[in-house]
Each structure stands twice: as structure tokens, then as C-alpha cells.
């Protein structure tokens, strides 16, 4: 991507305000998602940088593989807040190794995932085919508890 529109430079701007998103890729012919931690870097052309578990192995399923990645404000609205927004984008990403000043952008990694220590991998894609979706008036729902 050469030249950023006015909405996918908004989607990256969204995209830089929250932490985390999802990382979708087929892996064995088979879909899977996970958390990842993202970092948007300004470009030309902008980067999306991801922190992964790499005991997961999904990292290095990712490289070199075209990928999806979507975030949302979902779980960030507070109350009266009923503005949504999705921003989902593909790519392809590349294993990489941050330098300092990256790892100071992702902060502080996870102590553990699924019971084990966290070891982190990196990915890095740049966006291709940025989409931003906005929902107004969207009340804010209430986690109901069953009895």
C-alpha cells in the first residue's frame, strides 16, 4: 500500500488506541484465531507489528502466510458510551525482531498463557484491504449472571 485513504489512515489511528486484536490464518487447511498484542507503526508504508505467544506455535504458522487481524472497542466502552468500532485488515506476515524502542511500545508481556510462561514471537504485517465499520447508538449491555 502505497498511499493511505482517509478511512484506513482512521482504521490504523482506532487501530493504535487499543492494545490487542485477533489474528485469523488457516493453518493445515484448518481456520484458527488468537489474542495478539499489536503496535502501529507510521509508514510509508504503515506496519501493524504483533506480540504473540510462541508456545503456541501460531507464529511461525503465520510467516509468510496472508493473515487477517481485527480489533475493536467493544469491551473499552464506558457506560453511555454506545459508539462501536471494527477495523479488520489482511496482509501477509513476517517472524521479525523488534528492536528496543519497538519492545518499549509493546510494554510489558503477559507472565504466562494457558499455565506456561509467555515467550514472545513477533509478527509484522502491512495492511492491505484496511476496512472500518462504525455502529452509532449501541447500547451498552450488562453481563448478565445465571443463578
Keep these: 500500500m502505497t ?21 485469523s490464518v488457516s493453518m493445515r487447511a484448518l481456520p484458527f484465531v488468537t489474542v495478539a498484542r499489536h503496535v502501529v507503526v507510521e509508514g510509508p508504508p504503515p506496519r501493524v507489528l504483533l506480540r504473540l505467544h510462541g508456545g503456541f506455535g501460531y507464529a511461525q504458522a503465520c510467516d509468510g502466510s496472508v493473515v487477517a487481524y481485527g480489533a475493536d472497542n467493544l469491551a473499552e466502552r464506558r457506560d453511555g458510551e454506545e459508539s ?15 528492536g528496543p524502542d519497538e519492545l518499549e511500545r509493546f510494554g510489558r508481556p503477559p507472565h504466562s498463557a494457558d499455565n506456561a510462561p509467555f ?5 509484522c504485517i502491512e495492511p492491505q484491504f484496511i476496512t472500518l465499520h462504525h455502529l452509532e447508538g449501541v447500547p451498552a449491555r450488562r453481563a448478565a449472571h445465571s443463578a
Design 84 to 98: 462501536v468500532w471494527t477495523v479488520q485488515f489482511v496482509g501477509q506476515a513476517r517472524l521479525f525482531r523488534p
Design 119 to 123: 515467550i514472545p514471537e513477533y509478527l
Design 3 to 23: 498511499t493511505v485513504s482517509h478511512d484506513e489512515f482512521r482504521a490504523l489511528e482506532l487501530l493504535g488506541g487499543t492494545p490487542y486484536g485477533r489474528i
